[in-house]
């Protein structure tokens, strides 16, 4: 939504929603959960206080994945014929038969793509998910976070199985995201 609005919407400080969408590219992963924990934490000047929680692991990993996604899918949204949507509007088709018959797949690889690298970001972050969560075991603790403190503790044949489980969870998203993809293109030529 938000590659959306910032390719085929014109509004005041779309520069500065432009740059806020590349801030987590530019951030040291530490800098971010900092900032994180400053705008989301027990002193929070905007009221909200989720640290320490899941709803913050959650948070945390949108920030630092958002920009993966959207960097993505405006490519596509840019090179998209209009004309094609105001075609299908005029032939009586409604917003979300446009949006389902010709937006969609035209960025589904797009989309597939930003969030096969988001996932691959979010599952190695550790600096923003450590600040923001405070890593407490069984409730905020990562699979990274819990193989790095495996390593620390030296206990390299744990932190070897739980990486062995992560290689394994990627492989499984990647060929789903693959399969998912192939469907959707031989779908699209039909």
Not at 26 to 50: C, D, K, W
């Amino acid at each position: 939504m938000i590659a959306w609005v910032l390719v085929r919407d014109d509004f005041r400080g779309k520069h500065v929603m432009n740059a806020v969408i590349d801030l987590p590219f530019a951030l040291p992963t530490t800098v971010a959960g900092l900032v994180l924990l400053t705008f989301y934490g027990p002193y929070s000047p905007v009221g909200v206080h989720v640290a320490f929680t899941r709803w913050a692991l959650l948070l945390a990993l949108l920030f630092v994945t958002l920009p993966f996604v959207v960097r993505t899918v405006q490519p596509v949204l840019y090179e998209l014929e209009t004309e094609m949507e105001e075609a299908a509007r005029s032939l009586g088709a409604r917003e979300t038969t446009v949006f389902r018959r010709i937006v969609l797949p035209n960025i589904l690889p797009g989309l597939l793509s930003g969030v096969t690298m988001a996932f691959a970001r979010a599952i190695g972050e550790i600096g923003a998910v450590v600040l923001i969560t405070g890593n407490i075991p069984y409730k905020t603790e990562v699979a990274s976070v819990f193989i790095f403190n495996n390593i620390e503790n030296d206990n390299p044949t744990a932190a070897a199985a739980d990486a062995l489980a992560l290689v394994v969870v990627s492989f499984v998203v990647l060929l789903a995201v693959g399969g998912i993809r192939r469907y959707a293109t031989r779908h699209e030529r039909a």
